[in-house]
């Protein structure tokens, strides 16, 4: 009789290593699903000429709420492609992306410190705060500025443009009304 103790079968590991990237493959599915398709994020008819400044503001807040992650990766995207010329800060920038996505990207579930659970919008503007100080300490300030101001002109006018009646609820958000009823999350405003 031989023992093994201390020992990995050669076996186990290559499953333990398959296992874990499918469940990394998962992971990063499941971490960008909050991500709406780019389809319905670019959809053409959804495109429309606010009727006031209130029609305006709602339609930014409510396609900022909606859209939150697709507007962080556009962010993101143009930041990285604004340090391409900068090799130390874009090397800062890989390594927040890496925390990006452990922390706010790939996560199941929501943070919790000390007993309270901590918003989304709350670690996404504290890992923005956070990214904008590790970047400006590599002194490639004016780069980074010019493509946040980017940034947020396109995401602010899609979320001026972008007409809200189409999108809908989460089904998780759904299912808690227990009616299963799609429901928009404005209410069209009507042509009276």
């Known amino acids: 009789m031989t023992t093994t103790y201390g020992t990995i079968p050669s076996e186990s590991l290559g499953t333990s290593r398959g296992e874990f990237i499918s469940r990394a493959k998962e992971r990063i599915k499941s971490g960008l699903g909050p991500a709406r398709q780019w389809r319905e994020m670019l959809h053409r008819h959804a495109v429309g000429v606010p009727t006031s400044a209130g029609d305006a503001f709602s339609r930014a807040r409510t396609n900022f709420g909606y859209f939150r992650m697709n507007y962080a990766i556009i962010v993101l995207l ?3 492609l604004s340090l391409l010329w900068h090799p130390i800060s874009l090397i800062v920038f890989v390594v ?3 925390i990006w996505l452990y922390l706010y990207f790939l996560r199941d579930e929501p943070w919790v410190i000390f007993g309270r659970t901590i918003d989304d ?3 996404l503007v504290l890992l923005s705060i956070f990214t904008l100080i590790a970047l400006f300490l590599t002194r490639a300030t004016l780069n980074i500025v010019v493509s946040l101001l980017i940034g947020l002109v396109v995401i602010l006018i899609h979320s001026v443009f972008r007409k809200t009646d189409d999108l809908f609820q989460d089904e998780e958000a759904m299912s808690s009304g227990g009616d299963g009823v ?6 069209p405003s009507s042509s009276s």
Do not use: D, G, S, Y
């Open 78 to 80: 143009i930041v990285f």
């Open 121 to 123: 919008r709350v670690v």
């Open 182 to 187: 799609t429901r928009p999350l404005t209410e």
């Open 96 to 98: 927040m992306m890496a």
